[in-house]
RNA sequence: GCGCCUGUAGCUCAGAUGGAUAGAGCAACGGACUUCUAAUCCGUAGGUCGCAGGUUCGAAUCCUGCCAGGCGUACCA
């Protein structure tokens, strides 16, 4: 509707200039917005405030040339004024939304789905969380988030890959390592002290006891590195085993799990170092060797081969990065936690020292979790191994209502998670809020049914009858949720579409209680239960793009 | 110290990339179920958009400075 509205207006505003009425035939992109106050119509535009000093005349003077100058061969407008200071405000007829309701049930599941994307290739990459222990809910809030960026961006006409990226070499592999087998050889009955440094959490027990019934106590036996070194891969196989599971009963599944350690295996670190060498961009301080990437706009340089002789995370970072763009990506996304924003600098250094645009990369960095019962932080050490994983929310509260919780914020925005408040079945939560719309409106559809109601399908007259303000409204939310997918794809901000689907949930729960859809006349029955049905495949739509189900009966 | 993020109703947050009189939910108060699911709805009340300047027809939104909170500032990831 909007779309029509902005070509009125253009139309208008050529013509009022081939009439002589504006002097100037440059105009600007029309903008056209939904006021806040109902007064000043369905559509208002600034567009003649805007375009005022290229036509060198008074903004009311421009507005009344382009209202003069409307051609509206389709009726849709019933009423049109200048307000304030040029506004021009639109009144639609309210019969012209009627047509919305068809193309939602053609368009079906496809409904607000686009080819803004054209095709491109894009990658997002999330979560990726090291594999020295299992998700905690922070990562449920990326895991949730990057999903929900990917199904959008899929709906939106982008050729999108989901890659989980294994941090599964270097120190920390070898921490884990350590770890296991220092509590192997505590179960098998040596007093050890166990070194803070090392992963304090029960995962560890739990991991080397395996060991030891698999095994017996041989690596008592062998050489420590070697032991080590079968503890580190045995644990980081099982954890990687757990986090896949944990995500899966997440609702998240990844194209793609790569792997740190390949890119040392097919030389592709060594490579990028070299070739950095010889553009003498890395050099040799300290017995270690940096990477300038100050030359490249970040504030110091940065270590890729410490002078133990062992490459830092940064250089296979660094690899990695670049093989993404190798790999064909016309634009790579990473999605961090906000703690690592300090890495931004050093990884578009990375990119810009391979030649990459800067355009083509994002890092979009989601805000931590604050979790908490009833109001009540719940304690958390890392360190200590105590933390809330994954799992335990997922089994507390459900995979729903935790995924639509993390979407009702902006990413950059913290985040309280209320683990009773995600349980409460009332209009607190708002999960279940909007699943009852659907709940609700399948429950009318069983009871027309069992009436022998028939559906009409699209019947211009009963249709018609369709003009309470409820319906309209309801009506007219539903023709702006292609947009608002548009924009949530623009700016990957999937939290748009929760908010919208919490209004929409209100507009119809309004209607719901002041109307009935099953009504004594059959072509009305029929209308609303048409308009109804539209109502539930836009909410069952904006749902699955969050990833939260949509259920029949609740 | 420097960098990034945040600051909007008592609480939790939106605010369509500069528009008209600032928007929800919760909490508070008052109402609505003999009905298609009350996990719902209707009404009332609630504001110096952190503070101070600036840009312009017009600022919660853009610029500058300050205040408060969070995070970061490794030869850890």
Request: proline content about 3%; aromatic content about 10%.
């Amino acid at each position: 509707m909007k779309q029509k509205i902005k070509n009125l207006i253009l139309k208008a505003a050529l013509n009022a200039h081939e009439k002589g009425d504006l002097p100037s035939s440059e105009f600007p992109d029309v903008e056209v917005e939904t006021p806040r106050v109902e007064s000043h119509g369905n559509f208002s535009t600034n567009f003649a405030m805007a375009t005022a000093s290229t036509q060198k005349m008074q903004p009311k003077r421009v507005a009344e040339a382009i209202i003069k100058s409307i051609d509206d061969t389709e009726g849709i407008v019933t009423k049109t004024e200048i307000a304030g200071p040029g506004f021009i405000n639109f009144f639609i007829n309210s019969l012209a939304w009627h047509p919305v309701l068809r193309r939602i049930h053609e368009e079906d599941d496809r409904y607000g789905a686009s080819d803004i994307g054209r095709g491109s290739k894009i990658q997002v990459e999330f979560v990726s969380s090291n594999p020295t222990g299992p998700l905690h809910v922070g990562h449920g809030r990326g895991a949730a988030f990057g999903d929900a960026v990917a199904n959008i961006l899929l709906f939106c006409g982008y050729d999108v890959e989901k890659e989980y990226y294994i941090n599964d070499s270097g120190r920390q592999i070898n921490t884990l390592g350590r770890s296991v087998f220092l509590r192997y050889r505590q179960l098998l009955g040596e007093e050890i002290e166990f070194p803070d440094e090392c992963y304090q959490g029960n995962y560890i027990h739990d991991l080397a006891g395996r060991i030891k019934e698999d095994k017996g106590s041989i690596f008592l036996d062998q050489k420590e590195d070697e032991a080590v070194l079968y503890c580190a891969q045995f644990a980081a196989k099982n954890i990687i085993a757990g986090i896949r599971d944990d995500l899966k009963s997440f609702g998240v599944e990844f194209d793609n799990w790569f792997s740190e350690q390949s890119l040392y295996d097919s030389g592709k670190v060594d490579k990028v170092l070299n070739d950095f060498r010889s553009q003498n961009i890395i050099y040799e301080k300290d017995d270690a060797h940096w990477f300038k990437t100050t030359d490249f706009g970040d504030e110091k340089d940065r270590v890729v081969v410490r002078n133990n002789g062992q490459t830092t995370y940064f250089a296979s970072d660094i690899a990695y990065h670049k093989d993404k763009f190798e790999r064909g990506f016309e634009r790579v996304i990473d999605i961090w936690g906000a703690d690592h924003h300090g890495y931004i600098p050093r990884i578009k250094a990375c990119l810009a020292a391979a030649g990459c645009s800067d355009e083509q990369f994002d890092v979009i960095l989601v805000q931590l979790v604050n979790l908490l019962r009833g109001g009540e932080p719940v304690a958390m050490s890392t360190r200590a191994g105590e933390f809330v994983t994954l799992k335990d929310v997922i089994d507390e509260v459900g995979a729903d209502a935790a995924r639509f919780i993390f979407l009702t914020r902006h990413h950059e925005s913290p985040l309280d998670f209320d683990l009773e408040l995600a349980k409460k079945k009332t209009n607190e939560n708002p999960v279940f809020y909007v699943q009852y719309v659907h709940a609700r409106i399948s429950s009318i559809i069983r009871k027309g049914r069992e009436k022998g109601i028939k559906d009409i399908g699209w019947d211009e007259k009963a249709i018609a009858m369709l003009k309470e303000p409820e319906e309209i409204n309801l009506i007219k939310s539903m023709d702006s949720y292609p947009e608002t997918v548009r924009l949530s794809a623009e700016f990957m901000e999937p939290h748009r579409i929760t908010f919208y689907l919490m209004n929409l949930a209100s507009s119809f729960h309004a209607y719901y209680n002041k109307h009935r859809v099953l009504t004594d006349d059959p072509l009305l029955t029929g209308a609303r239960l048409y308009l109804v049905v539209a109502v539930k495949k836009v909410i069952k739509n904006g749902l699955t793009l969050l990833g939260v189900s949509a259920p029949e009966k609740m």
